[in-house]
C-alpha cells in the first residue's frame, strides 16, 4: 500500500511541476521580430466612437494601458510581444491580438479599419498593432 501511495504522490508532483512549467515557459519564448501595440494621438473618423479609456485597466489590457497611457498626446508603443516558435506560445500567454480581438467583440463601435480608437485622459488615440 505504502508503494502505491508513493508513486501516485510522485506522479502527482510531476504533473504539477509539468504543468507549472507550461504556464511560464512560454513568456520566456522570443522569437522573430516583435509586435506592438501603438498609441498615436489622432482625431477619430465621424464613424467611430473611441473606447473609454478610464475602463481599460493595465491587468487586462496591459499593452493597449501601456501605449495610450505613455504616449502623452504623441506616439508611443507598449513593451514588445514576441510570437513563440511553431505558435505554441499563442495558447498560454496574453498577447497583442489577444486584446484587438477583445475591442473587436466588446467594444466594436471604436474599431476602424484595423485600427482602435480609445479616448484616454481627454485625447483620442488610435491604437494599432504593429511588427518592427
Known amino acids: 500500500m505504502r508503494r502505491i501511495t508513493r508513486n501516485v504522490t510522485l506522479a502527482v508532483l510531476v504533473v504539477a511541476v509539468l504543468l507549472l512549467a507550461l504556464g511560464a515557459l512560454p513568456s520566456f519564448l522570443q522569437s522573430g521580430d516583435p509586435y506592438y501595440a501603438e498609441a498615436t494621438a489622432t482625431d477619430p473618423p465621424a464613424s467611430v466612437t473611441p473606447a473609454d479609456g ?7 489590457f496591459p499593452y493597449t494601458y501601456a501605449a495610450v497611457s505613455a504616449a502623452d498626446d504623441g506616439t508611443a508603443r507598449s513593451k514588445p510581444y514576441y510570437e513563440g516558435p511553431l505558435g505554441l506560445k499563442e495558447p498560454f500567454t ?11 467583440q466588446r467594444y466594436a463601435s471604436s474599431v476602424s479599419d484595423g485600427a482602435v480608437y480609445v479616448r484616454f485622459e481627454n485625447v483620442t488615440y488610435r491604437v494599432t498593432v504593429v511588427q518592427s
Open 94 to 104: 496574453h498577447s497583442v491580438f489577444d486584446e484587438r480581438d477583445v475591442f473587436r
Open 54 to 60: 478610464g475602463n481599460i485597466s493595465a491587468q487586462r
